[in-house]
């Protein structure tokens, strides 16, 4: 997937896919986990990238990620 941001900011943070963190995403998402625990004290490593205005990204098939961004961005993803 493409990520374009057309205005304002956004930062990403991303898991690799690998079969350890694939099943500690699993362990996590439909359990209290959520509520007491941040999935990257639980995965091998989380990649913080933040992007402006005019910059666009590719997010890799699989990948696990979570976005925060202003309440002032635009942005438009492609697949």
Excluded: C
Excluded at 37 to 47: C, E, F, S
Aim: aromatic share 14%; proline share 3%; glycine share 8%.
């Amino acid at each position: 997937m493409y990520y374009h941001i057309l205005s304002g900011s956004k930062v990403f943070y991303f898991i690799r896919p690998t079969a350890a963190n694939l099943a500690a995403y699993e362990r996590w998402s439909g359990s209290e986990l959520q509520n007491q625990t941040w999935l990257g004290d639980m995965v091998d490593a989380v990649y913080k990238v933040e992007l402006q205005a005019g910059n666009t990204m590719i997010i890799p098939a699989g990948w696990i990620h979570a976005v925060v961004g202003s309440s002032t961005s635009v942005a438009r993803m492609l697949f």
